[in-house]
């Protein structure tokens, strides 16, 4: 959604909202440049996030990210890189960890519903994809039998429980 006017997105979320909940994605290669947290989160805000503001009833319908996901491979996946200090962290920009943690955290604190891509350790042929490869982005192993990489998991759990629940 880099360069989408948040006009049009704003008109086209209330559209919406009065009939059904709304699917929104977010990649890192949305946000080009290199930035804090609280810089992702107004891009995030401008370009989908206004959908879930509390009080903002021109445009609150229930929202769903229904899709996104990282490499399982290492700790760099999930995390800026700590080697290297703020010259690697700025070379690697939003893609990889540094992206992963933005969106996770968002996710969490605004209590956003997700589908993460993919569970499946394998892929299905198709373009530039060889039937049971590995699927890169995947939870699972290519045996399907275990968790490729824990810590992926773990990062998943962590945003699972619901923070806007009230006791009864």
Same mark, same amino acid.
């Given at each position: ?27 890192? *290669? ?20 206004? @959908?879930?503001?509390?009080? %903002?009833?021109?445009? !609150? ?50 209590? @956003? ?6 569970? %499946? ?5 198709? !373009? ?15 045996? *399907? %039998? ?12 962590? @945003?699972?429980?619901? !923070? %806007?629940?009230?006791?009864?």
């Amino acid at each position: 959604m880099a360069g989408a006017d948040p006009g049009s997105c704003r008109a086209a979320a209330a559209a919406a909202a009065a009939a059904s909940s709304l699917p929104a994605s977010d990649y890192p *290669w949305w946000h080009p440049d290199a930035y804090g947290y609280d810089r992702y989160e107004q891009a995030v805000e401008d370009h989908w996030g206004f @959908i879930v503001a509390p009080g %903002n009833f021109t445009y !609150t319908a229930p929202l769903f990210v229904s899709e996104f996901g990282t490499c399982h491979n290492s700790m760099d996946c999930l995390q800026a890189p700590a080697a290297g200090g703020a010259a690697a962290a700025a070379r690697a920009g939003m893609h990889g960890g540094r992206w992963f943690s933005y969106v996770t955290e968002y996710l969490r604190r605004k209590d @956003i519903d997700w589908g993460y891509w993919a569970l %499946n350790g394998s892929t299905c042929k198709g !373009t530039n994809r060889a039937s049971g490869a590995e699927e890169g982005y995947g939870l699972l192993n290519t045996c *399907w %039998n275990a968790y490729v990489f824990p810590p992926l998991l773990d990062a998943l759990q962590a @945003i699972q429980p619901p !923070t %806007n629940v009230t006791a009864a």
